[in-house]
């Protein structure tokens, strides 16, 4: 047994199929991985401000693939549904929130309801197993929108120095959102704050999301 | 209590918490476009992946003594095993095997069967000379060193380069000698 053969070759990666994405790493390794990334990019900054952008340029990075990785597999998911329940397939249709108001065939969603519950639940089940704590919209203004998670994955084992203040390595999951957000048309700004939970040691992580004013108008237009 | 032994690879997978091997993916992508852009030259950012995987191994080592039962190998053989059937297995979820011994056994090959490092990965002309998972070969490089074995870890074979799988050679340097951090007499 020495181990050639098994993995084949495809002169392209676009030839390749899709996986099923259910491989697993164990947690420390992406703990590992991702204490790397903060580390080295701490190396090429001045402030806590322009850490947080680079950790967010690289979250958006892994957001605009993840959308893309979502959608391709959606609709493979749909067609073989399709295939497998041809005769179900009208009571399938009446029910289009099987994929818990994702995209749809090649379609992408095009509310600003159903983009964010793409990302609290479907993008988050993807990427951290489970649906977000909550959603909810700002009461202080019509386009902020939050995303809540009492322990976010990236800040399970980081603790802030104090000379750091504020600094969030949830940066990086809001550059996820705003990557996910700004490549299916809806360009955000996105920010990752601590907000203290009364009689809880460690702070819940909310990822505030500021829609742009075109994502508004448009929203309003859609009726 | 009985002393237990070393556990497979398989078992301690089984029971440590899990990612999506695609966030872990994808986030390593991330990392590899942000030196590429920030170094430009290839030869750096191999440099600097395998500086990154070298501070993972010197503390990963910790975990996976703590967590493997494994004790010490009697020899390098041992030691390659130990590090493509658990270390792998265990973080990655992958299977490796080792190979291409030579005659003094201080040389040998790891074969990677799957590696999550590069899925979705396709190297452009422009990064040709880039070795993309140098960071493995930075960790094994580090975790040795934490057992008192300098080592030095090459990639020969890479699939994204176009080769059929991805192998990685560990050739042992030398056995440090264990030393106290103090003098008796101090």
Redesign the interface.
């Known amino acids: 047994?020495?181990?050639?053969?098994?993995?084949k070759?495809y002169s392209?990666?676009l030839d390749k199929p899709l996986?099923k994405?259910k491989?697993?790493?164990?947690?420390?390794?992406?703990a590992?991985?991702?204490s790397?990334?903060v580390?080295?990019?701490q190396t090429?900054v001045d402030n806590i401000a322009e850490l947080e952008r680079?950790l967010e340029?690289?979250?958006y990075?892994?957001g605009a693939?993840?959308l893309e990785?979502l959608c391709h597999r959606i609709r493979l998911k749909m067609e073989e549904i399709v295939h497998e329940h041809l005769y179900a397939l009208a009571a399938y249709l009446s029910t289009p929130l099987l994929f818990g108001n994702a995209i749809l065939g090649n379609r992408r969603e095009t509310r600003l309801l159903g983009i964010l519950s793409f990302v609290h639940s479907t993008v988050w089940k993807?990427?951290?197993?489970k649906v977000a704590d909550s959603l909810e919209k700002g009461t202080e203004h019509e386009d902020e929108y939050m995303i809540s998670e009492k322990e976010l994955?990236v800040n399970r084992f980081i603790s802030i120095p104090k000379d750091m203040g504020t600094f969030n390595c949830g940066a990086f999951v809001a550059g996820i959102v705003r990557g996910v957000l700004d490549s299916a048309g809806f360009p955000a700004v996105v920010t990752a704050h601590f907000v203290p939970i009364e009689g809880q040691q460690r702070p819940r992580t909310t990822i505030l999301i500021k829609f742009a004013e075109e994502v508004l108008r448009r929203e309003a237009r859609l009726g | 209590m009985a002393p237990a032994g070393p556990r497979s690879g398989d078992a301690i997978?089984a029971s440590?918490?899990?990612?999506?091997?695609?966030?872990?993916t994808?986030?390593?992508?991330?990392?590899v476009?942000?030196?590429l852009t920030?170094l430009e030259e290839v030869e750096e950012v191999n440099k600097?992946l395998d500086q990154?995987g070298y501070?993972?191994g010197i503390?990963?080592i910790d975990?996976f003594l703590a967590k493997s039962n494994v004790s010490r190998c009697v020899d390098f053989k041992e030691t390659a095993e130990t590090i493509a059937k658990v270390g792998f297995k265990?973080?990655?979820?992958v299977?490796?095997?080792v190979?291409n011994w030579d005659a003094d056994g201080t040389c040998c090959s790891i074969?990677?069967?799957?590696?999550?490092l590069v899925?979705?990965?396709?190297l452009p002309d422009t990064c040709q000379g880039l070795y993309y998972c140098n960071?493995l070969s930075g960790v094994i490089r580090g975790a040795l060193e934490m057992v008192s074995m300098k080592a030095e870890v090459t990639w020969i074979r890479d699939?994204l380069r176009g080769d059929?799988?991805?192998e990685l050679q560990v050739k042992l340097l030398k056995q440090v000698p264990e030393e106290y951090p103090y003098k008796d007499d101090e």
């Open positions: 047994m020495i181990g050639v053969g098994k993995i070759q392209n990666v996986s994405g491989q697993e790493v164990s947690l420390s390794a992406f590992f991985l991702f790397e990334l580390q080295y990019n090429q680079r340029d690289a979250g990075a892994v693939r993840v990785l993807v990427l951290f197993g994955l | 997978f440590v918490e899990r990612v999506n091997a695609e966030l872990f994808l986030t390593y992508g991330a990392i476009r942000q030196l920030d600097q990154m501070n993972i503390r990963l975990e265990m973080f990655l979820g299977t490796a095997s190979t074969v990677l069967e799957d590696n999550p899925d979705f990965v396709e960071i699939v059929d799988a991805f």
